[in-house]
Nanobody, 130 residues
């Protein structure tokens, strides 16, 4: 069974840091673009960050750039999201996703940003209090 499992969420104060992990099981994801999304109650899912198989061209949504860092360790089949200077508006369920590379890495990165994915995790809750 192919599965993505998120962990690392929790309840923190504004300004604190968290590191989310997304562990992949069932296959290697070295040929996949991977990324993070989040969804607040009553809101639509929104893109947070994405990263290629090599980790050489990470991409961030404007609201997260400068505060969040996406990375991946292919040897461990795990992706991470380091979140610093957390704000109450960061409160959401965070999901990891993976999309198999096709055509070009740039094309796949764009598709993932649009919400296209082959696999989704079940999510981990991040709550930031003021």
């Amino acid at each position: 069974q192919v599965q993505l499992v998120e962990s690392g969420g929790g309840l923190v104060r504004a300004g604190a840091s968290l590191r989310l992990s997304c562990a992949a099981f069932g296959r290697t994801f070295n040929d996949y673009v991977m990324g993070w999304f989040r969804q607040a109650p009553g809101q639509e899912r929104e893109f947070v960050a994405a990263i290629s198989w090599s980790g050489g061209n990470p991409y961030y949504a404007d609201s997260e750039k400068g505060r969040f860092t996406i990375s991946r360790d292919n040897a461990k089949n795990t992706m991470y999201l380091q979140m610093n200077s957390l704000k109450p508006e960061d409160t959401a369920v965070y999901y990891c996703a993976a999309l198999r590379s096709e055509i070009t890495t740039a094309h796949t990165m764009a598709a993932l940003q649009d919400g296209e994915a082959d696999y989704w995790g079940q999510g981990t809750q991040v709550t930031v209090s003021s």
